[in-house]
């Protein structure tokens, strides 16, 4: 009984997590979705406030940051398989940049269905809400989710990652003591392992150490900058661009399979997670701001890169 019941756990792990193109990858963890969302969330103004609200479901009390985490939950259900390349890009091993035309496309090579594509479509669903006239074909709350998740995803430098080794996730390493992998690392690890070193494991504490640094602290003059964007496509094509860079830079640099990551991995990635979480929350708080407060993202045409 206990064996067939071991198999059976086998087997359902295996259909999650087999049978689509990657195995078993989650995102930037529910931790680091949650704080992107709610430094955005604290950074909207009233209007924005206010759409955000009327779209999501009574039960989270008008809490952005409770939700977006979903779409991470429902990837692998039938439904919404169509969803699952959406979380990541897979750029040529080694390259080391991003080209829109070339990387945004799903393993099947149907185009934009990359994270970058998901941005684009998603800001575009929820432009039309304002106008009250909101396509009914497009589920309005759904995009909303789907934006705040994947303007997270976008900025985790590993979701920009190489094709071959699946975006570090198989690259298989020991984290301290126990296994990991070099996505994981980046995925959750090292937010972990700050929030038990230095805030007695407690991620509210954390994340209001990144607002603290965000109004009144080592980015306090960056906010502007990063918060630049004249349309969204080029804008998307820069968070990848960032990604990618800081994937080769700091990610994959000097990391084998095998290895063990400790103390001097950690000190010299920490700044960087935490200034991905931040500059997620901060153009995510950017795009919302402008989609629902009427001033149009759109370009007059796509900037091919
Ligand atoms: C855009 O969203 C629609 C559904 O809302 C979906 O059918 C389409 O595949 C999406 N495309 C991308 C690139 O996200
Ligand atoms: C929109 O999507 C949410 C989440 O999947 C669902 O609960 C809700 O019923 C949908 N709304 C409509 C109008 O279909
Ligand atoms: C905030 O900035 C201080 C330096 O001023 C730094 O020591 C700390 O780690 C930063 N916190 C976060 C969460 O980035
Ligand atoms: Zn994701």
Known sequence: ???????????VAFLVCGVVYEPCVLAWSKEGHAMTCKIAQDLLEPEAQHSVQMLLPDYVKG?????????????HWYRYRWTSPLHFIDTPDRACNFKYQRDCHDPKGVKDMCVAGAIRNFTDQLSHYHHGTSDRRYNMTEALL????????????????????????????????????????????????????????????????IQGNLTDGIWSSDLASWRECSGISSCVNKYAAESIDLACKWGYKDVESGDTLSDDYFNSRLPIVMKRIAQGGVRLAMVLNRVFGGHSLHEDSVVPI
């Open 146 to 209: 789907f934006l705040s998740h994947f303007m997270g995803d976008i900025h985790q430098p590993m979701h920009v990652g190489f094709t071959s080794d699946e975006g570090g996730n198989t690259v298989d390493l020991r984290w301290f003591r126990h296994k990991s992998n070099l996505h994981h690392v980046w995925d959750r690890e090292i937010i972990l392992t700050a929030a038990a070193d230095y805030y007695g494991k407690d991620i509210n504490l954390l994340q209001q150490d």
């Open 1 to 11: 009984m206990l064996f067939l019941r071991g198999i059976s756990a086998y087997f």
């Open 63 to 75: 809490d952005l940051s409770a939700l977006c985490v979903w779409p991470d939950q429902v990837r």
